[in-house]
Nanobody, 126 residues
Framework: QVQLVESGGGLVQAGGSLRLSCAAS????????MGWFRQAPGKEREFVAS????????YYADSVKDRFTISRDNDKNMVYLQMTSLKPEDTAVYYC???????????????????WGQGTQVTVSS
């Protein structure tokens, strides 16, 4: 079983950038499809971005396309989310998620991910 820990969240002004990191322990990430989701207060958890086990397939939510970039370093057991041109509506708790069922593939759907981190808060001020 893999454990996921997010870091890199914080307070940033609109237009700024942040880089989130997801560190995995317990298992190597090379066989896991990985994703980032977010949840704002009073809203459901929503898809942000995902990446296949080898990094060849990526998906993005329309709301973050061209602003966010997901990447991974399997040698370091890390997944990243580079966020640029941040907007107040990006404010949320961001969660890292993974699944061996997504080996070689990626997904936009929460139900396809089995392992979740505790989340990291991102706050974008206007």
């Amino acid at each position: 079983q893999v454990q996921l820990v997010e870091s890199g969240g914080g307070l940033v002004q609109a237009g700024g950038s942040l880089r989130l990191s997801c560190a995995a322990s317990g298992r190597t990430l090379s066989s896991y499809g990985m994703g980032w989701f977010r949840q704002a207060p009073g809203k459901e958890r929503e898809f942000v971005a995902s990446i296949s086990s080898r990094g060849t397939i990526t998906y993005y939510a329309d709301s973050v396309k061209d602003r966010f970039t997901i990447s991974r370093d399997n040698d370091k057991n890390m997944v990243y989310l580079q966020m640029t041109s941040l907007k107040p509506e990006d404010t949320a708790v961001y969660y890292c998620a993974g699944s061996t069922r997504l080996y070689g593939d990626s997904s936009r759907y929460k139900k396809d991910f089995d392992y979740w981190g505790q989340g990291t808060q991102v706050t974008v001020s206007s």
